[in-house]
């Protein structure tokens, strides 16, 4: 039996993003102009931007904060509020973000 | 206008499992149990396992590896394999495995 | 010229061992035994131990941790300070303990 | 007792520089440019620059290649050449560069 426990300080997020036909480049520009600043957040532990191999208009952030505060400054932040209300309906057709807790063993 | 390049070398891997009511706890020991043997592999970057905050069946391994080979033997060992025919039939509901390579900017 | 910044929450720590003469082994066993319980600590980023190439006596860890007072309750556990002061004494010539803040471009 | 292996694939790299006095912010900078153009590299993992916190002109990179060659092909670039034999020299008074294999436990 394998033993473990959940880190229920950190916070992982994948936000996935699936790109309308045609504005993959543009999804994948707007995403990676929020790189360089959320990398200098305080809370920000990883920040790492994917496309999929099998299906390139998904675009998937791969995410790790020190904790759930710091996770929900990142979202309160003007740009990404801006991206969420203002950039991303042009560019998304769907998209899911989803949390978790690692779990350590 | 942000430049950005593809890392083609290196996959990352974003495999989510959705586990039976009731079987979390099982299939968080399984899937954990995965975790120290492939850390020694030595292609193995990154292999994370995370648990979802709102939907506590959601369990996600969180992958890197340093090249589709390295991942493809990955898939190919025993203790994989035996985990994706034996096991997860009996634990997992739905599952979804996406491969991406990371955008650097 | 290159825009920085400094991350002045999180802490990083480079510790590095200098082992006596055939005590390399044992030392690595000293260091390996406390890293389980080390990630487990909600503070703690990355707790990764190395072996120098050159010099197998060196045994250096990498360490990150979520800002100071995590990294204070890391080094105040009771195997921490067993370490150092009980098991430490015996397998180790010289050793070296520098913290850092992660400069963010 | 601790079960161990080494990852002799991969390549873990401590580079540390001391700045001359007056000089952090220049070698700061120097070593920052390098960042976005090694992330890039397919064979690399982590390439992060930290500057210590009792002595602010120690200047640390923590890098992770995929294997040797990946860390000989970074070494051989023109920039880091340019760094070690152009830049280097007028920034730093003393350096030391040392790479390790991980222990996985």
């Known amino acids: 039996m394998t033993e473990y426990s959940i880190n229920r300080s950190q916070l992982v997020c994948v ?6 036909p045609g504005k993959e480049v543009a ?3 707007a995403l990676g102009s ?8 305080p809370g920000c532990i990883r920040y ?3 496309q999929s191999r099998d299906e390139p208009r ?3 952030f791969v995410e790790k ?3 759930v505060a710091a996770f929900e400054t990142h979202c309160a932040k003007d740009a990404i ?3 969420f209300h203002k950039v991303m309906p042009a560019l998304v057709e769907s998209f899911h973000v ?8």
């Open 58 to 60: 998904r675009i998937t």
């Open 65 to 67: 904060f020190v904790d």
């Open 48 to 50: 790492e931007l994917n």
């Open 15 to 20: 936000a996935s993003f699936l790109a309308f």
């Open 81 to 83: 509020q801006e991206y």
């Open 27 to 29: 999804l994948i520009e």
């Open 34 to 41: 929020l790189i360089p600043d959320t990398r200098r957040e």
């Open 98 to 105: 989803e949390t978790y807790h690692e779990i350590i063993v």
